[in-house]
């Protein structure tokens, strides 16, 4: 999300708080058909009562697609586009000896055709990611492997070869 709002010449600050809660209750409230509680919900509801922007609120509503909130802006089409993304990218930089660094746009294609390989991560909603920014998939990927591997550190993403 940093990224992206880097390059898009918006708010990096605001881009990037919204990625980090916008799973915030999802441990605590995994269940989608609650609808007083069930994630996002207790989320959104905890930064309006916060007083967070209201921007933020509905990105990570649009998020969620069965609060029929329809991803409009840059901030939350970039969100959906990221979001399974990143959990895939991080499963394959989690088998490679070499971590993220140097993951590949045609390696990541290769294991998305694979369907047990993090099988819980939405095919479809990785492919339609890079439609919805009007991106070549291929540079959507490159670009937050790219993001990714340069906060490597702080996400260990650097694989076994750094131990
Ligand atoms: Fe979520």
């Keep these: 999300m940093a990224a992206y709002a880097e390059r898009g010449g918006e708010d990096v ?11 915030a209750d999802y441990e605590r409230f995994p269940d989608m058909d609650d609808e007083e509680k069930g994630h996002p919900r207790s989320i959104m509801a905890e930064l309006e009562k916060r007083d967070a922007p ?4 509905r990105a990570i509503a649009a998020h969620a697609p069965y609060l029929d909130v329809e991803p409009e802006t840059p901030m939350e089409r970039t969100l959906v586009a990221v979001d399974e993304l990143c959990g895939f990218l991080v499963a394959c930089a989690a088998v490679r000896p070499e971590g993220i660094n140097g993951l590949s746009a045609k390696s990541v294609k290769k294991k998305l055709k694979q369907p047990s390989f993090a099988a819980a991560v939405n095919r479809e909603e990785v492919r339609h990611g890079a439609e919805k920014l009007g991106m070549d998939f291929d ?6 492997v790219a993001a990714l591997e340069s906060r490597a550190d702080e996400l260990e993403l650097h694989g076994r070869d750094a131990a």
Excluded: C, I, N
């Design 54 to 57: 209201p921007e933020m609120v």
């Design 13 to 23: 600050e605001l881009w990037s708080v919204t990625g980090l809660l916008h799973d």
């Design 139 to 144: 540079e959507h990927v490159a670009f937050v």
